[in-house]
């Protein structure tokens, strides 16, 4: 049964960092694209950021480019998101997902509906 548990929300004054981990167990890691969507009360979940299954490439939702990085490490099945420069608009729950396939192509990686494990999400508040 493949199990994803995030963890490293809390809160944060506007203008700090978090970092957000995922880890992963009971898949083959390696064969999957991650990503990070978040939802806030009322809203549908939206893209946030994913990684390929080597890491080599990355993409970003345009309200977070240059603010929050996506990585991973195949070796310990773990996906981190690291968010700097913080805003109150980006506090809600985040969540990791995993969708199998090893390249991010085209959109595909931005629908929720692709993904098919979810974690059960880390709540991030960011205060002004």
């Known amino acids: 049964q493949a199990q994803l548990v995030e963890s490293g929300g809390g809160l944060v004054q506007a203008g700090g960092s978090l970092r957000l981990s995922c880890a992963a167990s009971?898949?083959?890691?390696?064969?999957?694209?991650m990503g990070w969507f978040r939802q806030a009360p009322g809203k549908e979940r939206e893209f946030v950021a994913a990684?390929?299954?080597?890491?080599?490439?990355?993409d970003y939702a345009d309200s977070v480019k240059g603010r929050f990085t996506i990585s991973r490490d195949n070796a310990k099945n773990t996906v981190y998101l690291q968010m700097n420069s913080l805003k109150p608009e980006d506090t809600t729950v985040y969540y990791c997902?995993?969708?199998?396939?090893?390249?991010?192509?085209?959109?595909?990686?931005?629908?929720?509906?692709?993904?098919?494990?979810w974690g059960q999400g880390t709540q991030v508040t960011v205060s002004s």
């Open positions: 009971g898949l083959t890691f390696s064969y999957y694209t």
């Open positions: 990684i390929s299954s080597s890491g080599g490439t990355t």
């Open positions: 997902a995993a969708r199998i396939g090893t390249y991010l192509s085209g959109s595909s990686h931005t629908r929720r509906d692709l993904y098919k494990y």
